[in-house]
């Protein structure tokens, strides 16, 4: 019987947990992103089979039974109310309140189009601002994607 998406995330979890790693030491012992490394422990990306062997040494407790799971499409999905969540809510805010100001600079940089969230890297960063307080930057990497104009081709019979 197949486990559910939970009981997966929660023992991927003691896994990282037993490691004493961070995502971003994990990220760099396998050349992923910090937050791809987190979104395939919480099964929201797929773990490709070369990426594997990197994953394993970074974390050598992993189980082949969790490696084998983590290699399969997972369910993207999220709790709704995730969003419930203050750091989860601020981001949302984040990007609701500077969507159309981001939205017009990619409309004058690229033309009519959006940024992919499937050809798309992400991460987390730390910094030290001009006042000597911590700072948050995250990136958002997406492939540009302009719209197509939708005109009637050639019909074969």
Request: charged content about 25%.
């Amino acid at each position: 019987m197949e486990e559910n998406k939970k009981t997966i995330i929660n023992r991927l979890a003691a896994v990282k947990s037993k490691s004493g790693k961070s995502c971003s030491q994990i990220a760099e012992q396998t050349g992923l992103t910090n937050v791809y490394v987190a979104q395939l422990l919480r099964r929201q990306a797929q773990l490709k089979p070369d990426t594997a062997p990197k994953l394993r040494a970074a974390l050598p407790e992993l189980p082949e039974d969790l490696l084998q799971e983590m290699m399969r499409p997972p369910m993207r999905s999220y709790d709704p109310n995730l969003i419930q969540d203050p750091c989860v809510y601020r981001l949302n805010e984040a990007v609701m309140h500077f969507g159309e100001s981001i939205k017009e600079i990619i409309n004058e940089e690229f033309g009519d189009g959006i940024m992919s969230a499937i050809d798309f890297y992400c991460s987390v960063d730390k910094v030290k601002g001009v006042d000597g307080k911590d700072r948050v930057v995250v990136t958002f990497d997406g492939k540009y994607l302009p719209y197509t104009e939708q005109v009637h081709g050639l019909l074969i019979l």
